[in-house]
Protein backbone atom coordinates (compact mmCIF):
# COMPACT_ATOMS: atom_id res chain seq x y z
CA UNK A 1 0.00 0.00 0.00
CA UNK A 2 3.02 2.11 0.63
CA UNK A 3 4.64 1.40 -2.31
CA UNK A 4 3.42 4.39 -4.90
CA UNK A 5 3.98 7.09 -2.22
CA UNK A 6 7.71 5.74 -1.73
CA UNK A 7 8.51 5.27 -4.98
CA UNK A 8 7.10 8.94 -5.91
CA UNK A 9 8.94 10.71 -2.61
CA UNK A 10 12.50 8.49 -3.91
CA UNK A 11 11.72 9.92 -7.57
CA UNK A 12 12.39 13.36 -6.41
CA UNK A 13 15.39 12.58 -5.05
CA UNK A 14 17.24 10.39 -7.37
CA UNK A 15 15.03 11.40 -10.31
CA UNK A 16 14.71 8.33 -12.17
CA UNK A 17 11.57 6.70 -12.10
CA UNK A 18 12.81 3.11 -12.75
CA UNK A 19 15.79 3.46 -10.22
CA UNK A 20 12.79 4.77 -8.03
CA UNK A 21 11.36 1.64 -7.88
CA UNK A 22 14.50 -0.79 -7.56
CA UNK A 23 15.06 1.55 -3.78
CA UNK A 24 11.58 1.38 -3.11
CA UNK A 25 11.72 -2.43 -3.47
CA UNK A 26 14.98 -2.46 -1.39
CA UNK A 27 13.15 -0.48 1.66
CA UNK A 28 10.37 -3.25 1.65
CA UNK A 29 12.64 -6.45 1.79
CA UNK A 30 14.68 -4.49 4.57
CA UNK A 31 11.05 -4.41 6.00
CA UNK A 32 10.65 -8.05 5.81
CA UNK A 33 14.08 -8.66 7.44
CA UNK A 34 13.84 -6.31 10.30
CA UNK A 35 10.55 -6.50 11.09
CA UNK A 36 9.67 -10.04 12.29
CA UNK A 37 13.04 -9.48 15.58
CA UNK A 38 12.04 -5.77 15.79
CA UNK A 39 8.56 -5.42 15.26
CA UNK A 40 6.59 -3.74 12.93
CA UNK A 41 6.70 0.12 14.00
CA UNK A 42 4.39 2.56 15.12
CA UNK A 43 4.53 4.34 11.83
CA UNK A 44 5.22 1.62 9.35
CA UNK A 45 5.03 3.83 6.09
CA UNK A 46 7.22 6.52 7.48
CA UNK A 47 10.04 3.67 8.42
CA UNK A 48 9.73 2.34 5.25
CA UNK A 49 10.01 6.11 3.68
CA UNK A 50 13.11 6.95 5.37
CA UNK A 51 14.95 3.55 4.56
CA UNK A 52 14.32 4.54 1.21
CA UNK A 53 15.12 7.99 1.41
CA UNK A 54 18.44 7.50 2.97
CA UNK A 55 19.35 4.65 0.44
CA UNK A 56 18.53 7.43 -2.16
CA UNK A 57 20.58 9.73 -0.69
CA UNK A 58 23.69 6.88 -0.60
CA UNK A 59 22.90 6.43 -4.28
CA UNK A 60 23.11 10.05 -5.05
CA UNK A 61 26.24 10.40 -2.94
CA UNK A 62 28.58 7.44 -5.03
CA UNK A 63 27.69 10.31 -7.83
CA UNK A 64 29.88 12.64 -8.06
CA UNK A 65 28.07 14.76 -10.48
CA UNK A 66 25.08 14.80 -8.43
CA UNK A 67 26.67 16.66 -5.52
CA UNK A 68 24.29 19.61 -5.44
CA UNK A 69 21.23 16.98 -5.35
CA UNK A 70 22.93 15.35 -2.84
CA UNK A 71 22.82 18.51 -0.56
CA UNK A 72 18.85 19.44 -1.34
CA UNK A 73 18.37 15.81 -0.33
CA UNK A 74 20.04 15.96 2.97
CA UNK A 75 17.83 18.90 4.34
CA UNK A 76 14.68 16.54 3.05
CA UNK A 77 16.14 14.00 5.82
CA UNK A 78 16.01 16.47 8.41
CA UNK A 79 12.08 16.90 7.94
CA UNK A 80 9.67 14.89 9.52
CA UNK A 81 7.88 15.43 6.33
CA UNK A 82 8.02 16.85 2.82
CA UNK A 83 5.06 19.16 1.81
CA UNK A 84 6.61 22.12 0.04
CA UNK A 85 5.10 25.20 -1.28
CA UNK A 86 4.16 25.32 -5.16
CA UNK A 87 5.75 27.71 -6.72
CA UNK A 88 2.97 29.31 -8.71
CA UNK A 89 -0.41 28.62 -9.10
CA UNK A 90 0.20 26.07 -11.56
CA UNK A 91 2.55 23.94 -9.66
CA UNK A 92 1.84 20.23 -8.48
CA UNK A 93 2.79 19.79 -5.12
CA UNK A 94 1.68 16.16 -5.08
CA UNK A 95 4.83 13.52 -5.32
CA UNK A 96 2.19 10.93 -6.36
CA UNK A 97 0.69 13.51 -9.62
CA UNK A 98 4.09 14.22 -10.17
CA UNK A 99 5.29 10.83 -10.99
CA UNK A 100 1.65 10.19 -13.00
CA UNK A 101 2.98 13.17 -15.10
CA UNK A 102 6.65 11.52 -15.33
CA UNK A 103 5.50 7.67 -16.18
CA UNK A 104 3.57 10.12 -18.93
CA UNK A 105 6.15 11.80 -20.73
CA UNK A 106 5.52 11.76 -24.67
CA UNK A 107 8.95 9.79 -25.20
CA UNK A 108 6.81 6.68 -24.33
CA UNK A 109 3.70 5.48 -26.10
CA UNK A 110 0.08 5.84 -25.45
CA UNK A 111 0.21 2.16 -23.90
CA UNK A 112 3.47 2.24 -22.46
CA UNK A 113 2.91 5.58 -20.12
CA UNK A 114 -0.45 4.24 -19.07
CA UNK A 115 0.75 0.60 -18.57
CA UNK A 116 3.88 1.83 -16.23
CA UNK A 117 1.99 4.18 -14.16
CA UNK A 118 -0.35 1.75 -13.82
CA UNK A 119 2.33 -0.67 -12.28
CA UNK A 120 4.24 1.78 -10.45
CA UNK A 121 1.22 4.55 -9.15
CA UNK A 122 -1.62 1.95 -8.80
CA UNK A 123 0.17 -1.23 -7.40
CA UNK A 124 -1.36 -3.12 -10.20
CA UNK A 125 0.80 -6.81 -11.32
CA UNK A 126 0.92 -6.97 -14.91
CA UNK A 127 -2.29 -9.72 -14.80
CA UNK A 128 -4.40 -6.50 -13.71
CA UNK A 129 -3.12 -4.09 -15.83
CA UNK A 130 -3.33 -6.81 -18.98
CA UNK A 131 -7.12 -7.08 -18.12
CA UNK A 132 -7.57 -3.68 -18.40
CA UNK A 133 -6.50 -3.24 -21.73
CA UNK A 134 -7.61 -6.92 -22.71
CA UNK A 135 -3.99 -8.25 -23.79
CA UNK A 136 -1.95 -10.64 -23.12
CA UNK A 137 0.44 -10.65 -19.72
CA UNK A 138 3.63 -10.88 -21.72
CA UNK A 139 2.59 -7.83 -23.44
CA UNK A 140 2.19 -6.11 -20.38
CA UNK A 141 5.23 -6.87 -19.02
CA UNK A 142 7.53 -6.01 -21.88
CA UNK A 143 5.72 -2.91 -22.16
CA UNK A 144 6.88 -1.95 -18.75
CA UNK A 145 10.07 -2.62 -19.49
CA UNK A 146 10.85 -1.18 -22.47
CA UNK A 147 9.26 1.87 -21.00
CA UNK A 148 11.58 1.88 -17.49
CA UNK A 149 14.43 1.39 -20.49
CA UNK A 150 12.99 4.29 -22.87
CA UNK A 151 13.02 6.54 -20.27
CA UNK A 152 16.45 6.06 -18.31
CA UNK A 153 17.59 6.34 -21.55
CA UNK A 154 15.83 9.58 -22.77
CA UNK A 155 17.57 10.99 -19.29
CA UNK A 156 13.56 11.45 -18.41
CA UNK A 157 13.49 13.34 -15.03
CA UNK A 158 11.09 13.49 -11.85
CA UNK A 159 9.41 16.94 -13.32
CA UNK A 160 7.01 19.15 -13.60
CA UNK A 161 5.44 19.67 -16.73
CA UNK A 162 3.30 23.10 -17.88
CA UNK A 163 1.72 25.04 -20.26
CA UNK A 164 1.51 22.95 -23.79
CA UNK A 165 3.36 19.98 -22.38
CA UNK A 166 0.94 19.47 -19.81
CA UNK A 167 -1.99 19.57 -21.81
CA UNK A 168 -0.12 16.76 -24.02
CA UNK A 169 0.14 14.43 -21.15
CA UNK A 170 -3.23 15.07 -19.53
CA UNK A 171 -5.22 12.58 -21.36
CA UNK A 172 -2.69 9.42 -20.58
CA UNK A 173 -2.78 10.86 -16.79
CA UNK A 174 -6.57 10.50 -16.80
CA UNK A 175 -6.86 7.18 -18.00
CA UNK A 176 -4.21 6.32 -15.39
CA UNK A 177 -6.27 7.71 -12.80
CA UNK A 178 -9.90 6.18 -13.93
CA UNK A 179 -7.84 2.44 -14.27
CA UNK A 180 -6.54 3.04 -10.79
CA UNK A 181 -10.48 3.91 -10.04
CA UNK A 182 -11.90 0.78 -11.34
CA UNK A 183 -9.37 -1.73 -9.88
CA UNK A 184 -10.40 -0.51 -6.79
CA UNK A 185 -13.93 -0.54 -7.47
CA UNK A 186 -13.83 -4.41 -8.61
CA UNK A 187 -10.54 -5.90 -8.04
CA UNK A 188 -9.26 -8.49 -10.77
CA UNK A 189 -8.18 -10.71 -8.30
CA UNK A 190 -8.16 -11.92 -4.56
CA UNK A 191 -10.52 -12.44 -1.36
CA UNK A 192 -11.87 -9.42 -1.21
CA UNK A 193 -14.04 -7.52 -4.02
CA UNK A 194 -13.16 -3.48 -2.97
CA UNK A 195 -9.47 -2.51 -2.79
CA UNK A 196 -10.64 1.35 -1.36
CA UNK A 197 -7.05 2.52 -0.88
CA UNK A 198 -7.15 2.75 -4.87
CA UNK A 199 -10.42 4.44 -4.94
CA UNK A 200 -9.57 6.71 -2.32
CA UNK A 201 -5.87 7.63 -4.09
CA UNK A 202 -7.80 8.35 -7.36
CA UNK A 203 -10.39 10.03 -6.17
CA UNK A 204 -7.91 12.45 -4.58
CA UNK A 205 -5.91 12.83 -7.73
CA UNK A 206 -8.62 13.79 -9.82
CA UNK A 207 -9.85 16.48 -7.46
CA UNK A 208 -6.26 17.84 -7.42
CA UNK A 209 -6.12 17.69 -11.01
CA UNK A 210 -9.60 20.02 -10.99
CA UNK A 211 -8.00 22.61 -9.17
CA UNK A 212 -4.94 22.66 -11.20
CA UNK A 213 -6.58 22.50 -14.54
CA UNK A 214 -10.14 24.11 -13.53
CA UNK A 215 -10.79 25.17 -17.61
CA UNK A 216 -10.62 21.53 -18.66
CA UNK A 217 -14.05 20.24 -19.12
CA UNK A 218 -13.16 16.40 -18.61
CA UNK A 219 -11.31 16.63 -15.43
CA UNK A 220 -14.51 17.58 -14.24
CA UNK A 221 -15.86 14.64 -16.01
CA UNK A 222 -13.62 12.22 -14.47
CA UNK A 223 -13.93 13.78 -11.24
CA UNK A 224 -18.07 13.57 -11.75
CA UNK A 225 -17.66 9.89 -12.15
CA UNK A 226 -15.75 8.58 -9.26
CA UNK A 227 -17.82 10.91 -7.11
CA UNK A 228 -20.37 9.22 -8.07
CA UNK A 229 -19.54 5.30 -8.33
CA UNK A 230 -17.52 5.58 -5.07
CA UNK A 231 -21.00 6.54 -3.60
CA UNK A 232 -21.79 3.22 -4.03
CA UNK A 233 -19.03 1.69 -1.93
CA UNK A 234 -20.89 1.03 1.19
CA UNK A 235 -23.42 -0.65 -0.76
CA UNK A 236 -22.05 -2.99 -3.01
CA UNK A 237 -20.81 -5.67 -0.48
CA UNK A 238 -22.37 -7.14 2.36
CA UNK A 239 -21.73 -7.83 5.60
CA UNK A 240 -19.45 -10.44 4.96
CA UNK A 241 -18.02 -8.95 1.89
CA UNK A 242 -19.77 -10.57 -0.61
CA UNK A 243 -21.00 -8.62 -3.56
CA UNK A 244 -24.31 -7.43 -3.88
CA UNK A 245 -25.88 -6.41 -7.11
CA UNK A 246 -27.15 -2.95 -8.17
CA UNK A 247 -30.38 -4.03 -8.40
CA UNK A 248 -30.37 -5.54 -4.97
CA UNK A 249 -28.37 -2.58 -3.21
CA UNK A 250 -29.61 -0.50 -0.08
CA UNK A 251 -29.99 2.94 -1.78
CA UNK A 252 -30.24 4.62 1.46
CA UNK A 253 -26.50 3.49 2.23
CA UNK A 254 -25.26 5.46 -0.89
CA UNK A 255 -23.49 8.47 0.49
CA UNK A 256 -25.26 11.91 -0.77
CA UNK A 257 -22.38 13.94 0.16
CA UNK A 258 -20.25 12.15 -2.64
CA UNK A 259 -23.41 12.33 -5.13
CA UNK A 260 -23.44 16.16 -4.51
CA UNK A 261 -19.89 16.27 -5.29
CA UNK A 262 -20.23 14.29 -8.18
CA UNK A 263 -23.71 16.44 -9.58
CA UNK A 264 -21.69 19.63 -9.29
CA UNK A 265 -18.55 18.48 -10.97
CA UNK A 266 -20.86 17.33 -13.47
CA UNK A 267 -22.20 20.64 -14.24
CA UNK A 268 -18.68 21.74 -14.92
CA UNK A 269 -17.64 18.93 -17.25
CA UNK A 270 -17.67 18.89 -21.22
CA UNK A 271 -19.35 16.34 -23.17
CA UNK A 272 -16.40 13.73 -23.72
CA UNK A 273 -16.27 10.38 -22.69
CA UNK A 274 -16.18 10.78 -18.99
CA UNK A 275 -18.74 13.74 -18.88
CA UNK A 276 -20.66 11.06 -20.65
CA UNK A 277 -20.16 8.29 -18.55
CA UNK A 278 -20.78 10.49 -15.30
CA UNK A 279 -24.08 11.33 -17.06
CA UNK A 280 -24.90 7.50 -17.16
CA UNK A 281 -23.46 7.04 -13.61
CA UNK A 282 -25.85 10.45 -12.68
CA UNK A 283 -28.82 8.69 -14.10
CA UNK A 284 -28.46 5.46 -11.76
CA UNK A 285 -28.20 8.07 -8.73
CA UNK A 286 -31.07 10.03 -9.54
CA UNK A 287 -33.02 7.02 -9.33
CA UNK A 288 -34.48 6.38 -6.15
CA UNK A 289 -35.79 2.65 -6.68
CA UNK A 290 -33.87 0.24 -9.08
CA UNK A 291 -37.11 0.25 -10.64
CA UNK A 292 -37.28 3.57 -11.26
CA UNK A 293 -34.03 4.01 -13.18
CA UNK A 294 -34.28 5.98 -16.66
CA UNK A 295 -32.68 2.75 -19.31
CA UNK A 296 -33.69 4.64 -22.47
CA UNK A 297 -31.78 7.53 -21.41
CA UNK A 298 -28.97 5.59 -20.09
CA UNK A 299 -29.11 3.14 -23.45
CA UNK A 300 -28.85 6.51 -25.24
CA UNK A 301 -25.88 7.42 -23.90
CA UNK A 302 -23.60 4.79 -24.50
CA UNK A 303 -24.49 4.86 -28.08
CA UNK A 304 -23.14 8.30 -28.20
CA UNK A 305 -20.25 7.05 -25.38
CA UNK A 306 -19.80 4.52 -28.23
CA UNK A 307 -19.16 7.11 -30.92
CA UNK A 308 -16.77 9.30 -28.81
CA UNK A 309 -14.58 6.06 -27.36
CA UNK A 310 -15.68 2.74 -28.97
CA UNK A 311 -14.75 0.15 -27.40
CA UNK A 312 -15.50 -3.62 -26.79
CA UNK A 313 -16.38 -2.95 -23.16
CA UNK A 314 -18.75 -0.02 -23.91
CA UNK A 315 -20.68 -2.29 -26.57
CA UNK A 316 -20.74 -4.77 -23.95
CA UNK A 317 -22.31 -2.08 -21.28
CA UNK A 318 -24.59 -0.75 -24.33
CA UNK A 319 -26.27 -4.50 -24.71
CA UNK A 320 -26.65 -4.31 -20.79
CA UNK A 321 -28.66 -0.98 -20.91
CA UNK A 322 -30.69 -2.08 -24.04
CA UNK A 323 -31.50 -5.16 -22.09
CA UNK A 324 -33.05 -2.86 -19.55
CA UNK A 325 -34.82 -0.96 -21.86
CA UNK A 326 -36.42 -2.55 -24.77
CA UNK A 327 -35.69 -6.75 -23.68
CA UNK A 328 -33.24 -9.18 -23.48
CA UNK A 329 -33.62 -10.72 -26.59
CA UNK A 330 -32.13 -7.84 -29.23
CA UNK A 331 -29.27 -7.35 -26.50
CA UNK A 332 -28.69 -10.90 -26.73
CA UNK A 333 -28.03 -10.73 -30.31
CA UNK A 334 -25.72 -7.68 -29.65
CA UNK A 335 -23.41 -9.33 -27.11
CA UNK A 336 -23.07 -12.81 -29.92
CA UNK A 337 -22.45 -10.40 -33.07
CA UNK A 338 -19.87 -8.38 -30.58
CA UNK A 339 -18.33 -11.65 -29.30
CA UNK A 340 -17.74 -12.45 -32.94
CA UNK A 341 -16.48 -9.45 -33.76
CA UNK A 342 -13.77 -9.15 -30.95
CA UNK A 343 -11.61 -12.00 -30.13
CA UNK A 344 -9.90 -10.15 -27.44
CA UNK A 345 -12.92 -10.99 -25.16
CA UNK A 346 -12.64 -14.75 -24.93
CA UNK A 347 -11.04 -14.35 -21.54
CA UNK A 348 -13.42 -11.51 -20.26
CA UNK A 349 -15.53 -12.96 -17.80
CA UNK A 350 -18.26 -10.26 -18.24
CA UNK A 351 -19.03 -11.75 -21.56
CA UNK A 352 -20.44 -15.11 -20.54
CA UNK A 353 -21.75 -13.21 -17.21
CA UNK A 354 -23.80 -10.93 -19.08
CA UNK A 355 -24.87 -13.18 -21.85
CA UNK A 356 -25.86 -15.91 -19.15
CA UNK A 357 -27.83 -13.22 -17.75
CA UNK A 358 -29.50 -12.44 -20.62
CA UNK A 359 -30.28 -16.27 -21.29
CA UNK A 360 -31.83 -16.30 -17.45
CA UNK A 361 -34.24 -13.95 -18.68
CA UNK A 362 -34.83 -15.47 -21.64
CA UNK A 363 -36.16 -18.47 -19.89
CA UNK A 364 -32.83 -20.59 -21.64
CA UNK A 365 -32.30 -21.64 -18.05
CA UNK A 366 -29.43 -24.53 -18.73
CA UNK A 367 -27.81 -21.91 -21.15
CA UNK A 368 -27.64 -19.49 -18.85
CA UNK A 369 -26.08 -22.05 -16.32
CA UNK A 370 -23.02 -23.00 -18.52
CA UNK A 371 -22.59 -19.09 -18.99
CA UNK A 372 -22.27 -18.11 -15.99
CA UNK A 373 -20.30 -21.29 -14.97
CA UNK A 374 -17.65 -20.57 -17.95
CA UNK A 375 -17.82 -16.68 -16.15
CA UNK A 376 -17.02 -18.10 -12.74
CA UNK A 377 -14.07 -20.47 -14.33
CA UNK A 378 -13.04 -17.12 -15.89
CA UNK A 379 -12.31 -14.29 -13.24
CA UNK A 380 -9.74 -14.41 -10.24
CA UNK A 381 -11.59 -12.70 -7.66
CA UNK A 382 -12.90 -15.01 -5.12
CA UNK A 383 -16.03 -12.90 -4.27
CA UNK A 384 -17.58 -12.86 -8.43
CA UNK A 385 -16.72 -16.56 -8.23
CA UNK A 386 -18.72 -17.32 -5.40
CA UNK A 387 -21.46 -14.75 -7.05
CA UNK A 388 -21.15 -16.08 -10.39
CA UNK A 389 -21.38 -20.10 -8.82
CA UNK A 390 -25.03 -19.02 -6.96
CA UNK A 391 -26.01 -17.82 -10.22
CA UNK A 392 -24.98 -20.53 -12.55
CA UNK A 393 -26.70 -22.43 -9.38
CA UNK A 394 -29.88 -20.47 -9.75
CA UNK A 395 -30.40 -20.78 -13.60
CA UNK A 396 -31.12 -24.34 -13.90
CA UNK A 397 -33.79 -26.34 -13.07
CA UNK A 398 -37.44 -26.66 -14.83
CA UNK A 399 -38.85 -24.06 -15.70
CA UNK A 400 -35.94 -21.23 -15.36
Not at 17 to 23: M, R, S
Not at 270 to 278: E, H, I
Not at 287 to 294: G, K, S
Request: hydrophobic share 45%; charged share 30%; aromatic share 4%.
Amino acid sequence: MESARIIATVARIVRDVGIAEEIAQDALVAALEQWPRTGVPDRPGAWLTATAKHRAVDLVRRRETYARKLAEAGRELTEETYDPEPSGPGDIDDDLLRLIFTACHPVLSAEARTALTLRLVGGLRTDEIARAFLVPEPTVAQRIVRAKRTLAKAGVEFETPYGEERAARLGSVLEVIYLIFNEGYAATAGDDLLRPGLCEDALRLVRVLQGLVPQEGEVHGLAALLEIQASRTAARTGPDGEPVLLAEQNRRRWNRLLIRRGFAALERAGTGPYALQAAIAACHARAVRYEDTDWRTIAALYERLAVAAPSPVVELNRAVAVSMAYGPETALDMVDRLAAAEPGLGDYHLLPSVRGDLLARLGRGEEARAEFERAAALTRNERERALLRARAAGSAGPGR
